[in-house]
């Protein structure tokens, strides 16, 4: 049997969402053993002069537990 746990990070790109998801899910990786998965649980464009300037996600991110 495993537990798991969920915590929940953001994570901001200048770039794309999917750039920002990758970004938030490697840094939880850096600090978190045993990642399983990510859900997007909101996200959002910054914007600036009519203009994207950051794309931003908060994650849901479950990893396992040591025994």
């Known amino acids: 049997m495993s537990v798991a746990r969920v915590t929940e990070i ?3 790109s200048t770039k794309s969402f999917e750039d920002a998801i990758n970004l938030g899910v490697a ?3 850096e600090t978190l053993r045993n990642v399983r998965s990510a859900w997007v ?3 959002q464009a910054h914007v600036e002069d009519g203009r994207i300037v950051s794309y931003q996600v908060n994650l849901m991110v ?3 537990l040591d025994d």
Do not use: G, I, N
């Open 10 to 12: 953001s994570a901001t």
């Open 27 to 29: 840094r939880a990786s």
């Open 41 to 43: 649980k909101e996200q």
């Open 62 to 64: 479950t990893f396992v």
